[in-house]
Structures are given as C-alpha cells and as structure tokens.
C-alpha cells in the first residue's frame, strides 16, 4: 500500500478534497499544505519543496480517492481488493495531473527535491545507468536484513556463493538505518549546456551512451542537503559569469587545442559535520603560473572580500581551494594533477583571521571526529564520504583487534600473537591520513596485555604527512618531534611509500627485495598485524581494472613476512575474493613452498556504506601461528627471479613480475575525408576503444598517418609519419591480452568489410578479400612502452 495507514490516507485525501476545488487558482494556506505533508499525500504524488495546490485535476482525483476510501469502509469492506486497486489507479491520475498542471513558473521554484526513501520518484534518473539506483528503486529500500543482500545484492550474492564453495555461511551485512543523504564527500563535474557551451551545468555524467555529458544533480538519494546547497550556490554565481567562466568540455581528446582552454573542470565539496561548513576546491584547467582572470572572478563572486560579502561567505564555505589541473594529455581523464604544487587556497587567505569568541579559526584543514578521536583532513587527503559507517567499521576493527591479541572467543589459537613485554608492532599500507592505524594503536595503547604499541602507517602521497604528524598529535599528546614517547610506551610514523615498495621491505628486512627505498626504513623492522585499506583493485599496484589477475607478489610477501594477523577493509568484493584465495591458500599458485604459511579467514563482515550502488565494503581478518622467515623470503626471490630478468622494473610502468604483452595491428586503410576510417575504428567519441579497454583492462592508442595522434620531444611533437596502426597492450594477464587482440580483430575486420562494400558502392577499387589487417605481436622498435616521458633536460 502507497500509504502507511488508512487514517494517514483518509486524512490526506480530506486535505485535498478540501482545498482541492476552492484553491484551483490559488495557492493553499500553509496549515492545510503542513497537513498534506504530515499525511504524506502530497509527497507520494512527487511533490516539489513548496506544494502548490492549484490543479484542477488534483482536485477531481482527491474526490474520487475519498470516495473510494470511505465508501467500502462504511459497507464493512475494509481489506477490498478492489478499493487497493481503486487507490492505485487514482495515484497514478494524481501523479499526472501534478505533471501535466503544477510546473513551477520561475527557475527559482523548480528547486530540485530528491526521493525521500519511502516516496516513489517522478522518474529514473539518467545518472542510474553507472551504476546508481536511487532514482529506480521505488518506496522502500530492497535490502532490510543480511538475508536480503545474500540474495538481492549483486556483490554480496558472489561473495555469499564464494564462502558456501569454502564451507562458510555467507557474510553478515551492517546497513544503517538511516541510508540516504550519507555522502558528505562528493566531486561534481562541470560541463556545458545542451545548446549553449558557454552556461555551465554541474552534475554526474549522464551514461556511456551520452558520451560524457552532463546532466545536473537531481532526485539524488545519495547526496547531504548541504552539499546540494553548496552545488546550487556555485551554480548561481556561474550563472552571472556566463561566458566568462567556461566549463570544461569532457568530450574533447586529452591531446586537442580545445582540452587547453582554460576553464572549470570539477568542483569538490566536504562538509564539516560540527560546524555545517563545506570546504569548497575548485579543479581549473591550466598551468599554476599562468593569470586565470576569470577564475579570480569565479573565487570573488563565492567569497568576496568585502566585510559584508566575507561575513556572509563564511556563514556557508570552511574554506575555498584551487587546485591547477594542467592540461596533460598522458594525465588523460584524471581528474586531479599528480604535481604536489597543484594545491592552493585562496580563501581565507593567510593574513585573513576568523574570529569566534575570540579564538583564532584555522581553516586549512576539515576537522572531524570519528569514534570519539579528533583528525584533520587536508583537500588532498582521501576520506570516506559515508563516516556513520566507516565509525561502526572502526569500532569492529578495535574489536577484532583486541581479540586476535588477547585470546578472546578463541579467535587466536597456538603461541600469543606478542611475547610477554614486547611491543605490538602495527604496519598500514594505503594508511592516507592515519584514521584507521592511529584509532587501533590508541585503543591497544590503552589495554594491559600489551606493553607499549609501535606503529607506521605508509601511504604514496606525501600531502599527508602533515595531516598525519597533526592527528598523531592530537591523538598521543605526549609524542616527540621523532613521533615517540618519551616513556617508550607508544611510537607513530609516516612514510612516504607505495604499498608494493612497503611489502617488499616488510618481507625482505635485509633489503633484498629490489626496491629503490633504503633498507633503513621502518617498515623493514617487520610487524605483527598489518593493516590494509587499499583501493577497489586490491593489493594488484599495477592493473586499474577490478578483478584482473594482480596482486600475486603482494601476497606472496605478506605470507613470507613476519606478520600473525591482517585486518583487511576493502571496497571491491572482486579484487577481495582473490587476495584472500592468495593469503589462504585457497588459489592453485599459491600453494608454493616459497608462499610462507598460509592464513586463515577467521572473520568477514559486510558493509553497506555505499547505498544506491551495486558496491560494499568488507572488513576481513585473517590470522596463523606460523610466520614466513628468512628461508621464505629467499624462495620468494628466486620463484619471481625468471620474471624479473624478463622484464625491467620502473616506476612507471609497474612492477617487475607483470610482463607487459603488446601488439600493433596495421590498418591497412588510409584515412580520407569520405571514408573516414579513424572515426569508425575509435567509435562515437571514442566507444569502440572504452569498450575494449573495459572488457579487458587494455590500453588502446591509434597512431601513424591520419590518426591525429601527436608525439615526439616536447614542442615538437607531430604525427608519425609510419602506416596507421592500433597498438594495444595489457600488463599482466595474458587471457585478458588475448580477448582485446580478439575484439580489436573483430572490429578491423568489420570496419575492412564496410570499407570494401564502400569502395564497391563508389566506384573505387577494393582491395582484395585477402588483405586484412596485419597483427604484428611484440614491442615496436622505438616504442615508449612501460618508459617514463624523458625531462626536457634528458631531450636536450
């Protein structure tokens, strides 16, 4: 039933039968609206955030409703099914009538009102088809109890299918009880209008069939009502600069003129949950240095530096930041730049001073406080956008955690996780800030069975240094400038390390692990639990595509270290599942002598911190008795010592044991203006390529004459003059290789076979059935495979 009793019903439909026929002209006096809401009538019709009541259809419909609700009930008929179906269809009359009659007269009435969970939306929204289903999954959130993720989730039924095969029941799934308006994180791209490329839309891309345009937020369960404010408040300032701010055009080649245009690409928006402040980063296109007049009228427009402009400014923004994406073409469509100078705030300025009561406010950094503990986040920093649940994760961990070291619910079986007086030694890999290792080195610092807690948490950005060595601060009062104790009890340090680098050094404490790091560092001195929050590819350094072959070294050297237990959080179920086949044994190439003892999955809990979409995050302990060792270590080298001579470490192309597999296939068409062979191989904008490269985690690049493709030393690049080839190439998996050299030539084939009946339908001459395209497998002499861009001094 729409309604949730018949009282709530019957009042709501006397609502509207009572200003339904007077007020068809006017607006109903705020008491009656007030009902309609409390009755929730008008919100299950899809009504906007101010109800107006002044369709004539409504009010015909509302007769008949009350008719069809009082009648049966007064004849004795109260559960009638015809009455059900009878209020259904007047529903529906309803909901039309709203739409074809109560269209908002101005733009500043037609306010966008998200789907409260419980109403049914006006309409499926065009951001669904990434993967988002707020605006399709109707009045009632599919999932209630764990029984209903097992088999209505589509990640939860692989994982509940994955631990039967293993002989474990399914995993339990935490959801909140509250589950929309949770993300207080977002980035929201800006693009052009439909008809008008200077008016600037800020939104979600629609879907792959649109290319990459984009449609603004709207009806999006997901989002917190300040962040949605915040969008319309920038949206409203770009309106007054239309033409003078650009948006970016997402559509453009990461290589063409116009992708150099400087213009607004995304905006960023974090809410302070004590506060009610956003800190606001707006993303340019362009170079730091270069004068951005028009990105200086943007940040005037949001904080103006007037009194009366900044006081009202500062009721709404924590702080704004520009970060300077420059137009790269090898950054492609990445989002961020990965120089540590592309970050800048410009309001508040430095010598601005925000007084509250006296007290001096430092906005640089969003402040939160997660389970009970204060921590800074900078604009660069990684933070979960759904913090009810990652506390609740939190609380679990610390739960975990304790019982692995203290022997509680037999979890940990055999010799102690720590000897008596010894320290537990905590390692965090992909650590960003420090959140997750410094809650759990507090909550063990704190217990009497241990004696004192060293602590390193490592991450590959280094804009979180300082945010760390501040939350470290807060944490533990009492730590030096080295980050110890001076009464020894407790230690905490951050490293600038990749999580690959990290787990070479854990495994190999000599330094016999090839990494260009020191041996000297700390990670090298072992651990005891190793903490891992990596991103949706798992421990896999190399590979960006969810579930491909990754990641094997990386548990091989976990197995061979020193560490007892792994707390595992994890955000793809795909990349999960195969690490922790690897850790346990479970998967055929890891069962080697050279693996180390392998671990055993005593825990798995799920976690819906992201409703609406099709992911969860899982939070999986792994514990043994026994350790890897020196012996180990040696044996690892020496299994993956074939595959390192093989192919040559760099720090770009990846790890050493993934041999990159490439191919070129020569067209064998030369590109004209009549045929236009580029454009049919590369798709509408590019769809042919994305298709493949998503399928098979390829890289996909067309190049030679005609292809438009530019190379060469910087300021000189020009289009090679070679035959027009497709180059692809796969890093680590050679069935994933396999299947894009089989799409790609199925697609040349396809495109050689159009060509051929054009040449037939002009008068041209054919060439014969016999010659296709050429596949040419291997590295192309001169290729740049898997080799960093030289510097301009290495070109001079």
């Known amino acids: 039933?729409?309604?949730?009793?018949?009282?709530?019903?019957?009042?709501?439909?006397?609502?509207?039968?009572?200003?339904?026929?007077?007020?068809?002209?006017?607006?109903?006096?705020?008491?009656?609206?007030?009902?309609?809401?409390?009755?929730?009538?008008?919100?299950?019709?899809?009504?906007?955030?101010?109800?107006?009541f002044g369709s004539l259809g409504l009010g015909v419909a509302a007769s008949a409703a009350l008719l069809l609700a009082l009648y049966p009930a007064a004849r004795g008929h109260r559960r009638s099914g015809w009455r059900r179906r009878g209020l259904r269809a007047v529903l529906r009359a309803a909901r039309a009538a709203v739409a074809a009659t109560d269209r908002p007269a101005s733009a500043s009435a037609a306010a966008p009102r998200g789907p409260r969970v419980g109403a049914t939306p006006r309409g499926k929204a065009r951001c669904a088809e990434w993967g988002c289903t707020?605006?399709?999954t109707g009045k009632v959130y599919p999932y209630a109890a764990s029984?209903?993720?097992?088999?209505?989730?589509?990640?939860?039924?692989?994982?509940?299918?994955?631990?039967?095969?293993?002989?474990?029941?399914?995993?339990?799934?935490?959801?909140?009880?509250?589950?929309?308006?949770?993300?207080?994180?977002?980035?929201?791209?800006?693009?052009?209008?439909?008809?008008?490329?200077?008016?600037?839309?800020?939104?979600?891309?629609?879907?792959?069939?649109?290319?990459?345009k984009v449609v603004p937020l709207s009806n999006c369960a997901t989002v917190h009502p300040a962040l949605v404010e915040g969008v319309a408040a920038v949206e409203e300032v770009l309106r007054t600069l239309e033409g003078v701010v650009l948006p970016f055009d997402h559509d453009t080649m990461a290589d063409s003129e116009a992708a150099r245009i400087p213009s607004l690409r995304w905006i960023e928006l974090t809410l302070e949950r004590s506060t009610g402040l956003l800190a606001l980063v707006l993303i340019w296109n362009g170079e730091r240095a270069t004068p951005a007049p028009a990105l200086d009228k943007l940040i005037e427009g949001l904080w103006p530096k007037t009194e009366a402009g900044a006081l009202h400014a500062e009721r709404r923004w924590h702080s704004i930041w520009v970060h300077w994406r420059e137009p790269d073409p090898s950054l492609e469509r990445a989002i961020h730049s990965k120089r540590p100078d592309a970050w800048l705030q410009v309001r508040p300025a430095a010598s601005d001073k925000l007084l509250t009561g006296g007290v001096t406010l430092d906005r640089s950094l969003v402040n939160e406080t997660l389970d009970g503990l204060p921590f800074s986040f900078g604009p660069a920093s990684f933070m979960q956008v759904n913090l009810a649940v990652f506390e609740c994760m939190l609380r679990d961990m610390k739960s975990a955690l304790r019982r692995v070291v203290v022997h509680e619910d037999g979890v940990s079986q055999g010799r102690s996780l720590i000897a008596p007086g010894e320290k537990l030694r905590l390692l965090e890999l992909y650590g960003g800030v420090g959140v997750i290792g410094l809650s759990l080195a507090h909550a063990?610092?704190?217990?009497?069975?241990?004696?004192?807690?060293?602590?390193?948490?490592?991450?590959?950005?280094?804009?979180?240094?300082?945010?760390f060595a501040l939350n470290a601060g807060g944490i533990f009062p009492q730590l030096g400038d080295g980050g110890t104790d001076p009464e020894g009890r407790c230690q905490a340090q951050f490293s600038v390390l990749s999580g690959s680098d990290a787990l070479v050094q854990l495994a190999n404490p000599e330094g016999g692990g090839g990494s260009s790091s020191s041996s000297s560092s700390p990670a090298s001195a072992g651990a005891d639990v190793l903490i891992i929050?990596?991103?949706?590819?798992?421990?896999?350094?190399?590979?960006?595509?969810?579930?491909?072959?990754?990641?094997?070294?990386?548990?091989?050297?976990?197995?061979?270290?020193?560490?007892?237990?792994?707390?595992?959080?994890?955000?793809?179920?795909?990349?999960?599942?195969?690490?922790?086949?690897?850790?346990?044994?479970?998967?055929?190439?890891?069962?080697?002598?050279?693996?180390?003892?392998?671990?055993?999955?005593?825990?798995?809990?799920?976690?819906?911190?992201?409703?609406?979409?099709?992911?969860?995050?899982?939070l999986g302990v792994f514990l043994r008795d026994d350790v890897g060792g020196p012996h180990h270590a040696s044996a690892l080298l020496e299994a993956f010592a074939e595959r390192d001579r093989v192919v040559s470490r760099s720090p770009v192309a990846g790890p050493a044991w993934e041999e990159n597999f490439v191919c070129q296939f020569y067209v064998g068409i030369e590109q004209d203006a009549t045929f236009k062979v580029v454009g049919r191989l590369l798709g509408s904008s590019g769809k042919n390529m994305r298709d493949i490269a998503d399928k098979c985690g390829a890289r996909l690049r067309l190049r030679g004459l005609g292809s438009g493709f530019k190379e060469g030393l910087r300021g000189q690049e020009t289009e090679s003059r070679e035959p027009l080839m497709l180059?692809?190439?796969?890093?680590?998996?050679?069935?994933?290789?396999?299947?894009?050299?089989?799409?790609?030539?199925?697609?040349?084939?396809?495109?050689?076979?159009?060509?051929?009946?054009?040449?037939?339908?002009?008068?041209?001459?054919?060439?014969?059935a016999s010659e296709g395209p050429r596949l040419v497998e291997g590295k192309r002499p001169g290729a740049r495979i898997g080799k960093p861009r030289p510097s301009e001094a290495e070109e001079k």
């Not at 063990?444 to 945010?467: K, Q």
């Not at 020193?562 to 479970?586: K, N």
Request: with cysteine; proline share 9%.
């Open 1 to 52: 039933e729409p309604f949730h009793s018949n009282a709530h019903w019957r009042h709501g439909a006397m609502a509207f039968l009572v200003v339904g026929w007077p007020s068809a002209l006017r607006p109903a006096p705020p008491l009656v609206a007030e009902g309609c809401r409390q009755g929730r009538a008008w919100e299950q019709c899809g009504g906007a955030a101010t109800p107006r």
């Open 134 to 136: 707020c605006g399709g």
């Open 147 to 212: 029984e209903d993720y097992h088999r209505l989730h589509p990640a939860v039924a692989e994982l509940a299918v994955w631990r039967r095969a293993a002989g474990e029941p399914p995993p339990e799934v935490h959801r909140e009880k509250l589950v929309a308006r949770y993300r207080t994180r977002g980035k929201f791209a800006v693009g052009p209008a439909r008809g008008n490329p200077s008016r600037s839309v800020l939104g979600l891309f629609a879907s792959k069939r649109l290319q990459w």
């Open 444 to 467: 063990a610092s704190g217990w009497d069975e241990v004696s004192g807690v060293t602590f390193l948490s490592t991450d590959l950005n280094p804009n979180c240094a300082g945010p």
């Open 533 to 618: 929050d990596p991103p949706r590819r798992g421990l896999a350094d190399a590979s960006q595509k969810v579930g491909l072959i990754g990641g094997q070294r990386q548990a091989a050297e976990i197995r061979a270290s020193s560490v007892r237990a792994v707390i595992y959080m994890s955000c793809g179920h795909d990349s999960f599942m195969i690490d922790a086949d690897r850790l346990t044994g479970a998967a055929p190439e890891a069962q080697g002598a050279a693996w180390g003892p392998p671990f055993r999955l005593v825990s798995l809990k799920g976690y819906d911190m992201f409703p609406f979409t099709p992911h969860i995050e899982l």
């Open 727 to 768: 180059c692809i190439s796969v890093r680590g998996d050679r069935s994933s290789y396999d299947k894009a050299v089989s799409l790609a030539g199925e697609l040349l084939e396809k495109v050689h076979l159009e060509y051929r009946a054009f040449c037939k339908r002009t008068g041209r001459p054919a060439p014969p």
